[in-house]
């Protein structure tokens, strides 16, 4: 590494940390229902959206109104994405005629955008159509983050709220999500990237000649617009099949950046938000510690790993599978970022990273999102996290485990236990049936811990629904596409709910006030306690998989093999 790699490593890290206070205070007033500054300009439209719906916005649900909306309203999303897909061929807005996009791949494909995985089988540019990708893909992106912000809300009224049964209105959290935070970032972003020469069109491809005399067919359509909400949305996917390394979704360093960054910068800043709305901006600045040190960690890793001379090829720093125009360190700095952050975009292809680097990628996924993670399901899985770590720390000094002032019970920790074992289950069983039928092993373009690795990501990028992909899989098949999409349903719906049934559940306690012996959670001892149990469940339950895939491999490697 140089000097401007280190230089790219610290001006990331310290936009994070600056833009964190900013965007997250403001996040705070929107939700709290305060005056902010696009309370004037917008507040029509809010307004406007309870008028046409019929919603009261003055009307609370319980925690099983709230589930009960929440999976009605993914329902439909998933059924619209999936005809839109199906009926293709007979839609307007597709230019080059594309045809309709059979049922196991429409299925994938709803699902993963319903789930904000944003997991794809498919070729962008090949496959769908502009309105597909408008009104079913790009209106998902924005659904699919409100629905994980809708939830969180949800749980933070659970903690802050006593004796009650009410966790407010899902209507009014996916509505102020979408107007006030994702529409009006999304649309700043979008005219930065059109700026650099991110294409936004609606024009037929293009056929091209090149110098060396064959046709090129260059692809078209409205990107900027849906690349801003994926990336903000942590929804990730691409409008293109190479994704950020396409030159038209990602041209220039500045739009690398600009889309590197907001990867994490709505998930960064609800910590704050978070701290604001529970009082208590110490304990905030506490989870993001948590997040950015654990992430700070990996990309070290990665980094290192990456600049190692690599025995198979005697030097470090290899380019394969990178963009010579980004080098080493911006996709470095992208894998880690797009893995913490439940977003799945990519930069880079992934089975051409170090094997450490490519396990930091797994392992950063197969932590539950957590650490940063999906905008909304990050921090409310990070909750769960923390309340098992309160529940463990009570048990070994003897007193009724508390967070917030709530006490958490046995109940409570059935629902966390949940949260966090269904993704793992789904991970670990999916990878070992793929790796033991001919339909899951008919899919890998390499062999050993290499394929391994392919399976593993794959099952882990559709469970945490991330949605990156490592490459080299063909997983537009119908063992994938099916199993996959199961996964996804699995990893996002068997999360939200408990996590909701835990929100019910701590409204109707009562808050006890701080004594000396509360055990507080807005000091070092917290964060290194909390730390400690995010790194050891995930140690636990997933090292013999990554035995068997990058860590092998890694090893494998220094002996000068390769798969």
């Not at 650099?196 to 293009?206: A, D, E, K, L």
């Not at 880690?336 to 950063?364: C, D, K, Q, R, Y």
């Not at 098992?388 to 002032?405: C, D, N, Q």
Request: with cysteine.
């Amino acid at each position: 590494m140089n000097k401007f790699d280190w230089i790219q490593v610290a001006v990331y890290s310290l936009a994070l940390i600056i833009a964190t206070p900013i965007l997250g205070s403001y996040m705070a007033k929107v939700f709290m229902g305060k005056r902010h500054l696009l309370s004037y300009p917008l507040g029509w439209l809010e307004r406007l959206v309870y008028k046409v719906s019929g919603v009261d916005p003055e009307i609370e649900m319980t925690w099983k109104g709230f589930t009960f909306s929440i999976i009605v309203f993914n329902i439909i999303g998933l059924l619209v994405v999936f005809f839109l897909q199906f009926f293709q061929a007979r839609l307007p807005l597709n230019p080059q005629a594309l045809p309709d996009v059979s049922w196991h791949l429409a299925f994938n494909t709803a699902v993963s955008f319903i789930t904000n995985t944003n997991w794809q089988s498919y070729s962008g540019e090949n496959t769908m159509g502009y309105l597909v990708q408008m009104l079913g893909l790009a209106v998902q992106n924005f659904l699919s983050a409100a629905t994980g912000l809708a939830v969180l809300l949800a749980l933070i009224r659970g903690l802050i709220r006593k004796k009650t049964d009410t966790l407010g209105n899902c209507w009014v959290d996916l509505t102020r999500s979408v107007v006030y935070v994702l529409l009006p970032l999304s649309i700043i972003l979008a005219v930065f990237l059109v700026s650099q020469g991110v294409v936004q069109n609606f024009s037929h491809y293009v056929t091209a000649h090149t110098v060396e005399g064959v046709e090129q067919v260059i692809p078209m359509g409205p990107a900027a617009s849906q690349i801003a909400i994926k990336q903000l949305g942590t929804n990730g996917g691409g409008f293109f099949n190479t994704n950020s390394a396409h030159p038209f979704e990602n041209p220039t360093p500045l739009s690398n950046w600009l889309e590197m960054f907001s990867l994490l910068m709505i998930a960064a800043a609800f910590c704050y938000t978070f701290g604001t709305m529970v009082r208590s901006k110490k304990h905030g600045w506490i989870l993001f510690a948590a997040m950015f040190l654990i992430w700070f960690a990996g990309l070290g890793l990665s980094l290192y790993s990456e600049y190692s001379v690599n025995p198979v090829f005697g030097h470090g720093a290899l380019m394969e599978g990178k963009e010579v125009r980004l080098g080493v360190t911006n996709s470095i700095i992208w894998s880690t970022a797009t893995t913490v952050a439940s977003n799945g975009s990519v930069n880079a292809m992934h089975s051409s990273l170090s094997p450490i680097a490519g396990g930091i990628s797994i392992f950063n996924m197969m932590l539950g999102e957590i650490i940063f993670g999906g905008v909304g399901s990050g921090l409310y899985g990070m909750l769960m996290f923390i309340l098992l770590t309160v529940f463990l720390a009570g048990l070994m000094v003897g007193r009724t485990p508390e967070y917030l002032g709530k006490k958490i019970e046995t109940k409570e920790i059935a629902f966390v236990l949940i949260t966090i074992l269904a993704p793992a289950a789904t991970i670990l069983l999916g990878s070992g049936i793929a790796s033991i039928l001919p339909a899951g092993l008919a899919g890998l373009s390499n062999k050993g811990p290499h394929g391994f690795s392919e399976i593993l990501y794959a099952f882990t990028s559709a469970s945490q629904n991330n949605g990156s992909a490592f490459a080299g899989l063909n997983a537009n098949t119908v063992f994938y596409n099916v199993s996959l999409g199961l996964c996804m349903l699995i990893g996002r719906f068997a999360v939200i709910v408990p996590v909701l049934a835990v929100a019910g559940s701590l409204a109707k306690k009562n808050i006890s006030p701080p004594s000396e012996g509360t055990f507080a959670t807005d000091n070092m001892v917290f964060l290194v306690l909390l730390i400690s149990v995010i790194l050891i469940v995930g140690a636990l339950t997933f090292l013999p998989a990554l035995s068997l895939g990058p860590i092998i491999e890694h090893f494998l490697m220094l002996t000068g093999r390769t798969f």
